[in-house]
Structures are given as C-alpha cells and as structure tokens.
C-alpha cells in the first residue's frame, strides 16, 4: 500500500534533521570563515532601499558576495554532497529502501514492478534533482573555471530548475492516486508502508 504524503513529509523532516546535524557537526571542525554573507547582503540591501546605490550595483554586488561564498564554501559542499549522496541513495539502498526517518515512520522506497529494493542507480535518479545534487555538482565542478558571472547564471538557472522539480514531485504526490512523485516515475519506483503496517 503506498505511503501517505504526511508519512513521507515527516520522514523527510526527520531525515533533513539528521543530515543537518551531521553536516555542521563535521564541518565544525574546519577553520572558521569570518565571511558574514547575509549581514553582507542585507547591508547592500539597505542601501538600495535607502538610495544609496542603483539596483544594477546591488544586483552586482549581492552576484559577487554568493559567487565568493560559492569559492570559500567548496569544502563545505563537498561534505554535504558527499553526506547527501551516502545517506540518501547508499544508506538507502544498504537499507532495503529506507532512510531512518523512513524507518521511524515503516515505509519505504521499492521497484514500482516488484516492490523490492531498488538500485544505487534508480536511488540516484531519484534524488538528482530533490536533494540539490546536481546544484552542488555544478558548483564544486564548475566554480573554478567559469567566469563569475556565467558560474552565478548557471547556479540560479540550476537552483530555479531544481525548486519547480521539487514542487512538481510534491504536486504528484499530492495528487497521483499512486502517490508516486515525479522522482518516483523518472526512476520507476514508489514509496510504501513496509507489510504488516
């Protein structure tokens, strides 16, 4: 039986909770950045409200402050990445289809076919675009050898792409009667309440 959209939300929230914690506690240990990008912004911000610059100057300056907080964050990404990757697909899939929010909550991801456990490959289809793999790809492959200003388009393109994705498998999930997201239908599964449940 598939699983309710409440179940898998609360999964999510659990499981978004789980990696947060991980990802800030491992990246504690790396030295201290002193760069406070959103007291940043919202100086530049400030001044565009008070007409103290042109929006075209704050558009370039805010551009500048997320292209170097892209460059010094790279190590930071590449954990979250990493993280995002192993307990989203790998755990996952170590894990007959559950993540531990997943398995709080008894349901599952499986084949759409044979309700059995996918594969990392299906795993990774998946969650390409729900978990901001491809954004943080891009930025750990790309930051250092385009241009600031085609690195900055390429990311917000990719964000933009990645936040109508993520609403589009929220709508379908709502409204399917399978309950399978966009995600689940590109990667030919389905979420499920483990037997007996």
Request: with cysteine; proline share 2%; aromatic share 10%.
């Amino acid at each position: 039986m598939k699983a309710s959209f409440g179940s898998r939300l609360a999964a999510y929230i659990i499981d978004f909770f789980i990696l947060t914690i991980l990802v800030s506690v491992i990246c504690s240990a790396l030295p201290v950045k002193n760069n406070d990008i959103n007291k940043e912004i919202t100086e530049i911000a400030n001044k565009m409200i008070n007409n103290e610059i042109a929006p075209e100057e704050y558009y370039k300056e805010y551009k500048t402050l997320l292209y170097t907080n892209e460059k010094e964050g790279l190590v930071e990404t590449g954990i979250s990445l990493l993280l995002t990757f192993g307990y989203f697909i790998v755990f996952q899939y170590m894990n007959n289809g559950q993540t531990l929010g997943k398995k709080l909550l008894k349901i599952k991801v499986v084949d759409n076919e044979t309700k059995k456990p996918t594969t990392i490959i299906r795993g990774l289809l998946r969650s390409i675009f729900i978990f901001n793999i491809l954004s943080s790809s891009y930025s750990i492959l790309l930051i250092k050898i385009l241009s600031k200003n085609t690195f900055i388009t390429g990311h917000m393109i990719l964000t933009d792409v990645e936040s109508i994705v993520a609403l589009i498998c929220i709508i379908f999930v709502l409204y399917r009667k399978d309950g399978r997201g966009l995600h689940d239908l590109v990667a030919n599964t389905i979420v499920v309440k483990e037997e007996g449940e």
